[in-house]
């Protein structure tokens, strides 16, 4: 299961033209390892909460839907997810998919245009798709916010920019 990012870069990084192409894209594989990392500790544990299912617009799963906490209710695969497991979290039965999706395998590459981010995940379970399931809990998995996007782009930028100035040596000081 591969949680991905593509970038294409518009106008240039400062202290990139002292460098060449081959070393620029060292840079740029860098820094996007270390976004990995990133997307891998701040937003890989929100797919299996509550307020995630909200923000990436899970399905309802059976049992959801009513809120009641009847006999029906108790025969759903919530209700018995509740009874046996205790949670109600998404993408979560036993826990076993949850502590799988702690390992990761993230590769990036770059080339004159383009950027490539790709976070593997080990959840074999979720490529599973149980006959008349109406959804898919991978496409679910694989879910970017745009908000997200926004704070990975961001540090990426300035990663790119202070690697570049470290390289050319030159830093900017605010005059008062």
């Known amino acids: 299961m591969e949680v991905g990012f593509t970038v294409h870069l518009n106008g240039a990084v400062p202290g990139s033209a002292q ?10 594989k860098h820094t996007w390892i270390k976004r990995g990392h990133q997307w891998h500790d701040q937003f890989r544990d929100i797919h299996f909460t509550k307020q995630g299912a909200a ?3 899970y399905r309802k799963r059976v049992g959801e839907e009513s809120g009641a906490r009847g006999k029906k209710f108790w025969q759903s695969y919530t209700g018995e997810k509740l009874r ?4 109600t979290d998404p993408l979560v039965y036993t826990g076993q998919t949850r502590r799988r ?20 995940l080990n959840t074999p379970v ?24 926004k704070a990975i782009a ?11 100035r470290g390289i050319s040596g030159t830093t900017s000081r605010k005059i008062r």
């Open 154 to 164: 961001k540090e990426q930028g300035q990663d790119m920019v202070r690697i570049m």
């Open 126 to 149: 979720l490529k599973f798709r149980p006959k008349g399931w109406p959804y898919s809990l991978r496409a679910e998995m694989v879910q970017v916010a745009p908000d997200e996007v």
């Open 84 to 87: 046996r497991f205790g949670h």
């Open 19 to 28: 460098l060449s192409q081959a070393n620029f894209n060292r840079v740029k």
């Open 101 to 120: 999706a702690r390992q990761r395998k993230i590769t990036a590459t770059a080339t004159k245009t383009k950027s490539k981010l790709r976070i593997t």
């Open 55 to 57: 923000k990436y617009g």
